[in-house]
């Protein structure tokens, strides 16, 4: 069965620094991963995905991430962060018939 | 293009009632996924619908059913409410066939149980 796993629950930067959000998945083929973010009261938005072909993806709002399939990581980064960044962070793994399983989340906490 | 739209998005009901959610995705979307989200329990998969048919459930109680209507536009419905379905649910739809692309979520119902 596949999972998700985002070891942190919690991650505080100041604005400005650099942010890596980890993410490890198991899965028996080649996955389909997703970053999504989700702000108090919202829905999840995508932020990038990963399919196949080159292993670093960019995606909306200057994210992007890694794919390292040794390491079952798909690790979520951005070099500069802005305070409106504050938000809930969801990993997920995509399956035939819409059944993502998504990580537990990151919430991001940005210091003035 | 509109995007997912779900309705209602506040409600309150009592235990032992029954709701009805409203999910109308994006123009062309023909697969539509439910999930719960919880504080504790996170997210969590109900059913995905794909051309008014059911392709997969997740492992909730029957008193959790779904439906998707010839336009794509779906419903859930939650029987005799217990307090633990006090939840975010939230309704996403995909493009593609195989439903492992990515989704477009809706912003939610939320739904407090009194």
């Known amino acids: 069965a596949q999972s998700v796993t985002q070891p942190d629950i919690h991650i505080t930067v100041s604005e400005g620094a650099s942010l890596e959000l980890r993410c490890n998945y198991s899965y028996g083929a080649t996955p389909y991963l997703f970053w999504y973010v989700q702000s108090p009261g919202q829905g999840l938005q995508l932020l990038l995905k990963?399919?196949?072909?080159?292993?670093l993806v960019q995606g909306i709002k200057g994210f992007e991430a890694e794919f390292k399939r040794s390491q079952s990581s798909f690790n979520l980064r951005k070099p500069s962060v802005h305070w409106s960044d504050a938000a809930e962070y969801f990993c997920?793994?995509?399956?035939?018939?819409?059944?993502?399983?998504f990580g537990d989340g990151t919430t991001l906490t940005v210091k003035p | 293009k509109a995007g997912v739209t779900q309705t209602p998005r506040y409600l309150i009901k009592t235990r032992g009632q029954q709701v009805t959610l409203s999910c109308s995705p994006i123009?062309?979307?023909?697969?539509v996924s439910w999930y719960q989200q919880t504080p504790g329990q996170g997210l969590q998969f109900l059913f995905e619908?794909?051309?008014?048919?059911?392709?997969n459930k997740g492992n909730f109680p029957g008193r959790f059913s779904g439906r998707q209507f010839s336009n794509s536009r779906s419903e859930m419905n939650v029987s005799t409410l217990e307090l633990g379905d006090s939840a975010l649910y939230l309704c996403?739809?995909?493009?593609?066939?195989?439903?492992?692309?990515?989704?477009?979520f809706g912003e939610g119902s939320r739904l407090t149980v009194l």
């Open positions: 996403a739809s995909s493009l593609g066939q195989s439903g492992t692309g990515e989704l477009f």
């Open positions: 619908y794909f051309s008014e048919t059911q392709r």
């Open positions: 123009s062309g979307h023909r697969s």
């Open positions: 997920a793994v995509g399956a035939y018939g819409g059944k993502s399983t």
């Open positions: 990963y399919f196949s072909g080159d292993t």
